[in-house]
């Protein structure tokens, strides 16, 4: 058990709609991470928080947007969904930032979603 | 723009044969090298990391050397067993962190 919940594990929805997805991080971890994994794309970097403040951004749609609230827990919401955003949700954690580079992330088990 | 690159897979080996999955990187500083393993219906974990040229990382009979004559992180394991199947990453953590595309490894009895 990594210490990271991510709810839901699973949701399938329509397209065009907005989606939620929730991170709470390991205890004591300030730094929250999203990635999107796909079969054709691989693993890729949504965005960074740490502790509240948006640290980095990766490939990320304008659709796409997220939050860390200030008891760390994260949110992703995704919006005008496509049937290419089906895809596997992580969101990862670690103790500090990415610049403090000796920290590993720990990963939730993700969510999957489904876009119909 | 920093980078990862690993072998292509999936890599598929009998038991109690020798892995290697290549990993090499392009990076502007010097990074921390990592090395995560996803099995089925899980999220990453972490495997083993080195945060400097020539330090070796090791966990679970894997190892890898940060090379940085090669730029290469390269995971070795004598003799691989069947819980070994899983998908391994090679990444990079610097001021982002970047994965490679994976390799899928299966390990048939």
């Known amino acids: 058990d990594s210490g990271v919940t991510q709810t839901p594990k699973h949701l399938i929805t329509a397209t065009g709609q907005r989606v939620t997805l929730r991170c709470s991080p390991r205890s004591g971890d300030l730094s929250v991470y999203w990635y999107q994994q796909s079969l054709d794309q691989g693993l890729q970097f949504l965005i960074h928080?740490?502790?509240?403040?948006?640290?980095a951004k990766g490939n990320i749609l304008e659709r796409f947007s997220a939050q860390q609230f200030p008891d760390l827990h994260s949110e992703l919401n995704l919006s005008s969904l496509e049937l290419g955003d089906s895809a596997l949700y992580f969101c990862?954690?670690?103790?500090?930032?990415?610049?403090?580079?000796?920290?590993?992330?720990?990963f939730g088990n993700g969510t999957r979603l489904t876009v119909t | 723009g920093n980078s990862v690159t690993q072998m292509e897979g999936p890599v598929t080996l009998s038991e109690e044969a020798f892995l290697t999955i290549n990993c090499t990187y392009t990076?502007?500083?010097?990074?921390?090298l990592f090395w995560y393993v996803q099995y089925p219906g899980e999220g990453l974990q972490l495997l083993l990391k080195a945060t400097k040229a020539d330090d070796k990382g090791s966990n679970k009979g894997f190892e890898a050397t940060y090379r940085k004559e090669t730029t290469s992180f390269h995971l070795e394991k004598g003799s691989v067993q069947v819980s070994d199947s899983a998908v391994y990453f090679c990444?990079?953590?610097?001021?982002?962190?970047?994965f490679g595309p994976g390799t899928s490894l299966s390990v048939i009895p």
């Open positions: 990076a502007t500083g010097y990074p921390s």
């Open positions: 990862a954690s670690s103790v500090g930032t990415a610049s403090s580079y000796n920290s590993p992330l720990h």
């Open positions: 990444a990079l953590h610097y001021d982002k962190v970047i």
């Open positions: 928080y740490y502790n509240g403040e948006e640290r």
